[in-house]
């Protein structure tokens, strides 16, 4: 069973301020990371894609990856009470299967 | 550009009643097709996924099942629903071929189902 692990938090910031999130995954072979965004109520929605090491940045969003340590995380700056939801990494099988591993989530709550 | 359409948003039906739930997808062909629960609180669980027509591959033994009797249509169905299957269902699509493997899933809007 290939695990991908989050804490699930909640994972309280204040407003403005950098919340850190953090994904391991067991698959040594995996090469794609994503990770999704799922308020209250609603579908998971793809925010961050992933593929090598490094960092990747998009608006006040910042993915790392460290395939080494098997270690994904995301980074969100200036964060807004807007940003409050649950955050789900995902990571793709490393033996040509066809369907994401994903995580359990973790909880963010930016408190204004 | 690519959409999903899954219905109905919300659905109430009573203990050992039959389920139908559909997924559409447009502006992309042959993709891979997936369909997942959330139970409240809960991580997502797949239950079936279909790389073509015709062709499912269960996750999870249980009452349900899926088919895809056209390219870019998927159907999770049951025969008498137990309390158990409350959740939040959702259907994902990724590109499919050879290098969907490694593609991000888009997911639509989900349904949301209440066993009484």
């Known amino acids: 069973q290939k695990e991908v692990e989050q804490n699930s938090g909640p994972l309280s910031v204040p407003e403005g301020a950098i919340a850190s999130l953090n994904c391991t995954y067991s698959?040594?072979?995996?090469?794609?990371f994503f990770w999704y965004r799922q308020y209250s109520g609603k579908s998971p929605e793809l925010i961050m894609s992933i593929y090598s090491n490094g960092d990747k940045e998009d608006g006040r969003f910042t993915a790392q990856l460290n395939k080494a340590s098997q270690y994904v995380s995301l980074l969100i700056r200036d964060s807004q009470p807007s940003d409050s939801a649950t955050y789900l990494c995902a990571v793709t099988p490393g033996n040509s299967g066809y369907a994401l591993n994903f995580g359990k989530g973790t909880s963010l709550l930016v408190t204004p | 550009s690519q959409t999903i359409h899954q219905w109905p948003a919300t659905l109430v039906q009573p203990v050992g009643s039959p389920l139908s739930l559909e997924c559409t997808v447009e502006g992309t062909s042959n993709p891979n097709l997936y369909w997942y629960r959330q139970a409240a609180g809960r991580g997502l669980q797949l239950l079936f996924y279909s790389v073509g027509i015709g062709q499912i591959s269960s996750e999870v033994p249980q009452n349900l099942s899926a088919s895809r009797p056209q390219d870019r249509q998927f159907i999770l169905s049951s025969k008498k629903l137990l309390l158990s299957d409350s959740g939040f269902y959702l259907c994902a699509w990724t590109k499919g071929g050879a290098g969907g493997s490694n593609q991000p899933q888009h997911f639509g809007d989900g349904t949301r189902l209440s066993i009484l």
């Open positions: 698959d040594r072979v995996s090469q794609s």
